[in-house]
């Protein structure tokens, strides 16, 4: 883990912002014990706040809490990335649905500039900005969709969906990455087609590849 300053205010959050950035980047792995002692340590704070900052993180997925043996990092079962990729499908044809209908060239540009610098970055072979860039592009449609009611649910299961997104990019060859950053390029032609039918495909044949991905990786090994 990069250490650094530590602000005096909100302790507990900036705890829990480095655990969980270090976990969805892979620098704490699915199954690996959190010690409070150790992580404390690690980030030159006290123990509590990292203590707070394991208990947020179990609510939202990431860390597990084990009987008489503190707690771990996450692991994805078979049956989680069925729920997730399944839930994930569901909201995410809705929103290309809602995208097509506010539909312009200025959102089309600023789509394809991301996946543009996706493509780069695969090209590079740049692993963790990948990952950024298809979080980001992911968190834009759900913007663009213009939904409060479905920004506030997906403020819930952000890190998970982030954790599912870190698992598929991981899960990529080297040589497929750049083929990945482009089918975000295909999602955007489905939703410019205006098809409703098309975007809907296009999103669950997306979401579909990603969890086969991590599936054959071997879904125990990867955090939520």
Known sequence: M???????QNLASWVT????????????????????RKLAERLAVSHIPVREALAKLAEEGLVERLPRRGARVAVLSSEDLEEL???R???????????????????????RKLVASMVVAA????????????????EQLWELAEHRLLMGLAAQLRSRINGFLWAA??????????????SHADLIDAIASGDPRRARRAMADHITRA????????????PT
Do not use: M, N, Y
């Open 85 to 87: 990729s399944s839930l």
């Open 2 to 8: 990069t250490l650094r300053a530590v602000p005096d």
């Open 211 to 222: 969890a086969k991905r991590i599936d054959t990786s071997g879904a125990d090994d990867q």
């Open 89 to 111: 499908t569901l909201l995410e044809q809705f929103v290309v649905v809602r995208v097509q209908q506010r539909w312009d060239d200025r959102i089309e540009a600023r789509l």
């Open 17 to 36: 912002g480095e655990l969980r950035d270090a976990i969805q980047r892979g620098e704490l792995v699915a199954g690996e014990r959190l010690v409070e």
């Open 169 to 182: 990019t991981s899960a990529l060859e080297p040589d497929d990455r750049v083929a990945h950053a482009t």
């Open 123 to 138: 090209e590079r072979g740049d692993q963790a900005r990948v990952f950024d860039l298809d979080r980001r592009f992911h």
